[in-house]
């Protein structure tokens, strides 16, 4: 509709205004006769109010109301200029009865005129960005407490129930929660949340890394955005990851000039019904919070990973040993399948390699000897490092020691099949066993295999002196 320029009459402005003014405006005389109504009447109740001019609008209340409705519309008559709002139920086209909240105003026109100019609001839409907004400060003070001071191990599930919390709410169709890199271009996807069918939730297994590139040179991550019409160019992630996307929603949290985290809204359809702009900063507030969680988790995890491996062939460490070694001892019972070996392994000939060819060398030799380790134990064996040139391998499942010395032959066989990068000469093990079928005590033994290794190795040396 064009009203024409700014200095049209004040008439055509009022008929503008009263046409898509969101509240219906009715206007009524004392004894409750309609005598105009707005356009926006019909969005409003659904109907054509023009044939009911001339008819009394009591006609249109809930009976239970009218007693109520009656009494404020001549309390309204009395007084000139606005008054207080009532709330009244007024039928509807469909059916039903809607609840209207009606804002009366008596202007001064003059003697014996008492025409009064009512303004009627849907109770439903008066509330229902309000309502949303509450609930979605309760969702995040709910999201809040639970990030608040969680250990590392429940960060994960604190931040796949958010975001599916977050789908629901918005009846969104994909959700994404990720974490920027390192300095460089590209996002590890920690949650994802879909709504699949039957109303059930689905998320990707394993982890994800997406590129990043170019979303700041679009200005993509400059502040909460939300995109009605999604294009290859806008949406932030492959179609073939999140299905179809018609509306986007881009939560970004960055620092130092780069992106720390990112929140992605999308659905298949209009996301308008679902989103409000007066939510930015409650929803970015959110994303920081799940964002400076999972870091804090992921520092956490990685100085609880360092406490039990060994930095430099990130094998267990003597701390790990003890721990899986208890746990296993623990659990023996007479139903058990076999018993439970510890092969407590020395490497001959180690300490010749630190002083002819330096300890960067015998750095190096140590990966690999580990590394031919790991490709020499069964399945749910493992060995760890608990110091210097030492290792042991945890062997479950095992009948009997000569079952036991079988594994630790085969793995002598492995490392001594070749020398190691950058030797001329083969190394090799020395192997002490330990073997129980019975609970024992982890550190008892470990000592055990410890001193049969010792004995192993003086034998050795023995038969080496001798020959």
């Not at 009715?26 to 109740?45: H, K, T, Y």
């Not at 979605?136 to 990030?147: K, M, N, Q, T, Y």
């Not at 970004?252 to 409000?276: F, H, K, M, N, R």
């Not at 409650?282 to 804090?296: E, K, N, V, W």
Request: negative net charge; contains cysteine; aromatic residues 6%.
């Amino acid at each position: 509709m064009n009203m024409g320029p700014v200095d049209d009459s004040l008439e055509q402005w009022a008929t503008y205004a009263a046409q898509f003014a969101p509240d219906t405006l009715l206007v009524v005389d004392a004894e409750g006769l309609l005598l105009w109504s707005s356009p926006s009447a019909r969005a409003l109740l659904g109907y054509d109010v023009g044939p009911l001019l001339g008819t009394n609008v009591f006609g249109l209340v809930h009976r239970d109301d009218l007693g109520y409705a009656s009494g404020a519309l001549q309390e309204t008559v009395r007084k000139d200029g606005l008054h207080y709002p009532v709330e009244i139920r007024i039928a509807h086209a469909d059916g039903h009865w809607m609840a209207v909240e009606i804002t009366a105003n008596t202007p001064e026109l003059g003697e014996g005129s008492r025409n009064v100019v009512l303004a009627l609001r849907p109770l439903a839409q008066r509330e229902m960005l309000p309502g949303r907004r509450r609930d979605f400060e309760s969702l995040f003070a709910a999201v809040a407490a639970r990030c608040a001071g969680a250990t590392w191990q429940v960060v994960d599930d604190i931040a796949r129930g958010a975001i599916g919390e977050l789908g629901r709410f918005f009846h969104a169709s994909t959700v994404l929660f990720a974490l920027g890199g390192d300095g460089d271009a590209t996002l590890n996807v920690e949650a994802c949340w879909s709504a699949a069918p039957h109303g059930h939730d689905a998320s990707p297994t394993g982890a994800m890394r997406l590129d990043a590139t170019g979303w700041a040179a679009a200005d993509t991550l400059a502040g909460v955005q939300f995109v009605e019409d999604v294009t290859a160019t806008t949406a932030l992630f492959p179609e073939a990851l999140t299905g179809p996307v018609r509306s986007q929603l881009v939560v970004p949290v960055t620092g130092d000039d780069c992106l720390s985290g990112v929140l992605i809204l999308q659905w298949a359809e209009s996301g308008d019904p679902y989103w409000d702009d007066a939510l930015g900063d409650s929803a970015q507030g959110l994303t920081r919070i799940l964002t400076s969680t999972l870091r804090r988790a992921r520092d956490e995890a990685g100085v609880y990973y360092q406490s039990l491996h060994d930095p430099l062939t990130g094998l267990a460490n003597r701390s790990k040993l003890l721990v899986d070694v208890r746990r296993a001892a623990g659990g023996l019972t007479t139903e058990s399948r076999g018993g439970l070996a510890l092969l407590y392994c020395d490497l001959d000939g180690f300490k010749q390699v630190n002083d002819e060819y330096g300890h960067e060398a015998g750095d190096r030799v140590l990966i690999e000897i580990a590394d031919r380790m790991r490709s020499a134990l069964r399945p749910g064996d493992s060995v760890s490092r608990p110091g210097g040139d030492e290792f042991v391998v945890l062997c479950h499942r095992i009948d009997n020691p000569s079952a036991a010395g079988d594994v630790a032959a085969r793995i002598r066989e492995i490392v001594a099949s070749a020398p190691p990068r950058g030797l001329t000469d083969h190394l090799d093990l020395s192997v002490g066993i330990a073997w129980t079928d019975t609970p024992r005590d982890a550190t008892e033994l470990l000592r055990e295999a410890d001193l049969a290794m010792y004995r192993v190795k003086q034998e050795r040396q023995r038969e080496h002196d001798e020959s």
